[in-house]
């Protein structure tokens, strides 16, 4: 009887169907999204809602995007990143496995809204093609913005829709999110980040001198 219950079981689940994932969609380079519709995922599908703003990777300056991820290289978070020579990275990411939960619109404030949090980090920059190693020679302190708190040494592989692979290193500013990147791989939108390494501590009070 347990026999002939079991195998009954069995059957109904092979021949119930099998339902995908339905996620939001919407990508535009744009800070909100714009024309949405669905997204029926595949394998290992999870929903994702982000926004990123960067002047790094100068093709994808700017976007909102919604649709179905990969659970490996989503990582829901609030990313901010501020290096030399005006340099940044700003995101957030978030990452969720039921029905459309990712209609909910995310935000970043404009850069130039971003006011000083009185701390400072060392800074360095370099970007190059995948074939050779970028320099990051210390270009002195630069300013922390809003909840940045950490200072970073950062290094990955950059790529842009599928090309445009770099290799990037740093210093600077950081949320403790991207701190968290740490021998992981993740993707805003079109731009994924891999072997990303991340070496972060407090950063300090900047010194005002008064006149």
């Known amino acids: 009887m347990q026999k002939a219950l079991l195998s009954t079981c069995l059957l109904l689940a ?39 703003d960067n002047n790094i990777v100068s093709q994808y300056e700017m976007t909102s995007y919604r649709g179905c991820g ?22 957030k990411v978030f990452c969720c496995g039921t029905e459309k939960c990712n209609k909910e ?17 060392p800074a360095c920059f370099g970007i190059t093609n995948v074939t050779s190693n970028p320099k990051c020679k210390n ?3 630069v300013s922390c913005l809003g909840n940045e708190t950490k200072c970073i040494d950062y290094s990955s592989r950059v790529s842009y829709f599928m090309m445009l692979y770099k290799k990037l290193k740093l210093k600077g500013c950081a949320t403790e999110d991207v701190c ?27 010194i005002v001198l008064e006149g």
């Not at 021949?15 to 394998?43: I, R, W």
């Not at 935000?107 to 400072?120: H, K, M, T």
Request: proline letters at 6%.
């Open 14 to 52: 092979l021949l119930s169907p099998v339902t995908s994932l339905v996620c939001s969609y919407c990508h535009n380079k744009t800070t909100s999204c714009k024309g949405e519709s669905d997204e029926k995922c595949g394998a290992n599908p999870i929903c994702v809602s982000g926004v990123l």
């Open 70 to 91: 990969d659970s490996k290289h989503c990582h829901s978070g609030d990313y901010s990143l501020t290096s030399a020579n005006g340099n940044y990275l700003q995101a």
């Open 139 to 141: 270009q002195g302190t």
């Open 180 to 206: 968290a990147l740490n021998g992981k791989n993740t993707k805003f939108g079109n731009l994924k980040l891999e072997n990303i390494v991340t070496k972060c501590s407090d950063a300090s009070e900047q």
């Open 105 to 121: 619109p995310l935000y970043v404030p404009p850069r130039e809204d971003l006011s000083p949090n009185g701390l400072e980090c």
